[in-house]
T-cell receptor, first 110, second 113 residues
């Protein structure tokens, strides 16, 4: 089975940097994805780590450490529109199981 | 053009009724999914189809039955609706069963009274 843990809430101010952590316990772990979901909206894909290290996509970066069963999403130069829920998600190496974490609600304050 | 579409967007019905939600993707993807998101925003996979073949069937009551007439469509039929079925149901698709990037539809908010 697979399970992922994330903080339930994070608050930061505009222009700041915030890190959202995700720890996982999985069998046959293959990779870690990150999704953003605004209230009333659908999840949208942000980033993926299949290998250890940092992946950068504009203001967003994601990191994975397989040895620590840990990853994080880093959001830089926070904007009000970044207020949303962020989910980490893992898949196993058979493409048979795709599990989402409980989500972290990010509030960006002016 | 909408990549993944679902109908209806809202569905209000009474306990015991049977209802269906339809999903279509125009991305040419091989794999489609159904997710349930509860009131606490916990997102859980229910089913996955790859080229019309069922590949993931999580622990879901057998009142829920997916059907994929072709690889661009995945419908969800729910029998004997219960209060606990109230949730937002998302359809999603990916290039293939090993792709990590999933494209989600806008969701169907189901309310059972």
């Amino acid at each position: 089975g697979q399970s992922l843990e994330q903080p339930s809430e994070v608050t930061a101010v505009e222009g700041a940097i915030v890190q959202i952590n995700c720890t996982y316990q999985t069998s046959g772990f293959y990779g870690l994805s990150w999704y953003q979901q605004h209230d009333g909206g659908a999840p949208t894909f942000l980033s993926y780590n299949g290998l250890d290290g940092l992946e950068e996509t504009g203001r967003f970066s994601s990191f994975l450490s397989r040895s620590d069963s840990y990853g994080y999403l880093l959001l830089q130069e926070l904007q009000m529109k970044d207020s949303a829920s962020y989910f980490c998600a893992s898949e196993d190496n058979y493409g048979q199981n795709f599990v989402f974490g409980p989500g972290t609600r990010l509030s960006v304050l002016p | 053009d909408t990549a993944v579409s679902q109908t209806p967007k809202y569905l209000v019905t009474q306990m015991g009724n049977d209802k269906s939600i339809k999903c279509e993707q125009n991305l040419g993807h091989d794999t489609m999914y159904w997710y349930k998101q509860d009131s606490k925003k916990f997102l859980k996979i229910m089913f996955s189809y790859n080229n019309k073949e069922l590949i993931i069937n999580e622990t879901v009551p057998n009142r829920f039955s997916p059907k994929s007439p072709d690889k661009a469509h995945l419908n969800l039929h729910i029998n004997s609706l219960e209060l606990g079925d109230s949730a937002v149901y998302f359809c999603a698709s990916s290039q293939d069963r090993y792709s990590y990037e999933q494209y989600f539809g806008p969701g169907t908010r189901l309310t059972v009274t």
